[in-house]
Structures are given as C-alpha cells and as structure tokens.
C-alpha cells in the first residue's frame, strides 16, 4: 500500500514563525501535492510538484513556498505565518499526472493553529 | 469561481437504504470524476472514479453516474452502512499537462442504525 507521511499531526505556531510542514511518500511517484481544508470551501490546492525541484503553483500560493530536493520528499513552507494559515494541510501523491485519473493518496494531514 | 459544487453540506441516511451524493460541475473539459472518502483526523481515501467517456461506473456497493450533458454526477451508495458515514468529496481532473484535481467542498453523509 502507498503510504503518504506527514511528519506532525498537530501544529501549534505564533504570528510571524516560519513554519515548515513535511510529508514522505514511500512508492517512487512522480507528482506531490500540498493542499488545504476548510469548513465549506473544500480542499485547495495550494503547489503541486511533478518532479524534483520542480514545482508549480495551485490555487492559493500567497504566503506559502515549497522545495522538493528528493523524489520522496515535500516541504510546505510558511514563511511568515499568520492567523488565516490555520488550517488543516493535506499532503498528496500520485504516479501518473491527471489526465489519465491518476488517483492521489493523502497523508493523515496535519492541523496546524496559529495564534 | 467553484468549478466543482456539492450543494448538500449534509445528508443522513437510514442504513440499508440508498445514499445519493451530488456534484455539478461547470468546466467541460474535464476528463476524469472521482470521488473521495474522508473520516475525521485521517487523510481522504479514493473511493470511486469515471472518466468523462463513460456514463456509469460500478464497484461493489458504489456507483458514479456522470451526465455531461447536465454537467452533474452522482455517487450512489447502496445498501448504506453505518462505516459509510464520512464526508465525501468530489473531485475533477484537468486534462494532462496541469496535474490538477479540483475538489468540492464535501457532503457529510450520516447513515443512521
């Protein structure tokens, strides 16, 4: 089975922390996804990466970066976090692009607050 | 502007009857449907897919229907169980080249004993 590790279940940070959120994937895909989850807005896709040291912007970029410097790894990044980053953040891989309906396996997420 | 919409925030059900989730969706060129499960404190879980060729597809006690022409599909859920309470979440695919799932906001399916 395809097993998507993020590396904190819960986050607590304060206004102005850099903060970094990592997540592993153990099966060699190609493409990561770094999304968020909010009550009535669904998940948002916030970078997705489809190759080492490539990445590509989602949805709703402001006020985050990534860095994908090994196939199996993605770091979100909160340069400077804020109270409207707190949410629930979903990690996800896939082996094929869409296109094909290359399915996403999600990590178990992490929840960060920030006060 | 939400491409995907799932207008029920919530559905309870009884157990053994049928479940209906519903997704509209407003870009035709999507290619690929796909619905996901998600139970609190886990990640969401693939559950079912269709590509946009197709208009009905079954596994086990779920079916997805897609009508292109109404830009609507529904994910069918039959007999309910208890376990099948969750949220669920449909999901569109861009065509190659983007990589991207465009998600809706969720139906918290409740099914009752």
């Known amino acids: 089975d395809v097993k998507v590790t993020q590396s904190s279940r819960y986050l607590v940070k304060r206004t102005g922390e850099k903060v970094f959120l990592e997540c592993v994937q153990d099966?060699?895909?190609?493409?990561m996804f770094w999304y968020r989850q909010d009550p009535g807005l669904g998940l948002r896709l916030i970078y997705f990466?489809?190759?080492?040291?490539?990445?590509e912007k989602g949805d709703i970029p402001e006020g985050y970066s990534v860095s994908r410097e090994k196939k199996e790894r993605f770091s979100l990044i909160l340069e400077s976090a804020s109270t409207n980053q707190t949410s629930m953040y979903l990690c996800?891989?896939?082996?094929?692009?869409?296109?094909?309906?290359?399915?996403?396996?999600f990590g178990s997420g992490t929840q960060l607050s920030v006060l | 502007d939400q491409q995907v919409k799932q207008n029920s925030p919530s559905l309870s059900v009884q157990e053994g009857r049928i479940s209906i989730l519903n997704c509209d969706y407003t870009n035709s060129m999507f290619d690929y449907f796909l619905w996901y499960k998600k139970y609190p404190a886990e990640g969401p879980t693939f559950l079912i897919s269709i590509s946009s060729i197709k208009d009905k597809n079954e596994d086990g006690r779920f079916t997805v229907f897609l009508n292109k022409s109404a830009k609507h599909l529904s994910l069918h859920i039959v007999p309910s169980q208890p376990g099948d309470s969750a949220v669920y979440f449909c999901?569109?695919?861009?065509?190659?080249?983007?990589?991207?799932?465009?998600f809706g906001t969720g139906t918290r399916l409740k099914v009752l004993a």
């Open positions: 099966m060699d895909h190609e493409n």
């Open positions: 990466s489809y190759d080492v040291k490539m990445k």
């Open positions: 999901a569109a695919s861009v065509p190659s080249g983007t990589y991207k799932y465009i």
């Open positions: 996800a891989s896939s082996l094929h692009g869409t296109g094909g309906g290359g399915k996403l396996f």
